[in-house]
């Protein structure tokens, strides 16, 4: 049987017979016409190739029993070609550009994010801290938290205090989606005072993108303080208040080169007497009527600085307390003794702080009574 075909390019096609009732039968190869179904077969056979490398196949043409010409098609129908198996199998999230316009006003949007649970419980039984932050000077504010729950009742704690320094009125909250944000006793708060929420998408923390990075950077600041100052798990809350602490007075690329104090409160922050997380210090003993070969100094650890007062915050390893002084000598090089793992503080939630004559403060937040607030957690 003899047969007649037309040769296309490198495609024959047979010729076929009309039939009365007009219905047309072709036998061809087994090779489609050039178009993009041919590019479509291939892109499946290949794995779901990416156009980028098929146009690269195309062009190089270099394995055997592919026949490179069925697969030209025009750059505008490669462009328009999709996959929905592509689609379905590559999708990724929208990435977000690193730009942030920071506002023009204080507390025109404040920031929040919540950490935890510890694996550890803090001094002051936390199991989770939460941030605030003013988005205009990058300010920060850190609570410390025994539940999820107590979340917003330290939102109204820290607004009042930010708003009452600064004049200025919260008037967005950005947060993400977590459980301490959203209730029914926090939305009603917030709609009476004229608050708008802001909440990121599911599974979207970039859109908290500045409380995330906050969070992260106390945490390594923490982690680092607790690592050099040997210091046991359950010193955590500490930690990160004197992280918020230092990193509140240092200067910041994103703030062209200003702190956030100085944008805050209008003045260069003085860091002349900070000293190393953790280190050996001995305070002034102010105990009334002292023997006269008793000694003058007690041993101690530095925690942290006090914010209500021109003081450090000072454990004392033998008396198991702490106390607030100004007269505090430190020996910063000394390598300390790591103390043990877990240190029991409930005996001495009722202990009252001493503090020197310089200083008036009453308490130490860490270890007050257990119906006030705990800690360098205040």
Known sequence: MKLKADRVSDLYFLRTEEKKDNTASAVSTSMDTPSTGDFQKWHARLGHLNKIDMMSVIKNCSFEGLKCSNLKCSN????NFD?????????TKSPFKNVHSRSSVKLKILHTDLCGPMKVRSIGNARYFITFIDDKTAWTKVRFLKNKSEAWKK????KNLLERQSGCKVKFLQSDRGGECIGEKFDDYLKELGIQRRLTVKNTPEQNGIAERETRTLLDIARYSLIQSK???????VAIANANYTKNRLPSKSLQGKSPYELWHGRIPN???FKTFGCEAFVWNNKKNREKFEPRALKGIFLGYNDNSKAYRIWLTEAKRVEISRSVKFLENNSLTPLKEYIDFSPYDNEVIK??????TSVFPLLQQ?????AGEQ
């Open 155 to 158: 939102f109204q704690e820290v």
């Open 76 to 79: 505008i129908e490669i462009s």
């Open 271 to 273: 860091i002349g007497y």
């Open 355 to 360: 503090t020197d004559k310089e200083c008036q």
């Open 83 to 91: 996959c929905e198996i592509c689609i379905k199998g590559k999708l």
């Open 231 to 237: 210091l046991p798990l359950s010193f955590w809350a």
């Open 370 to 374: 257990r119906k006030t607030k705990h």
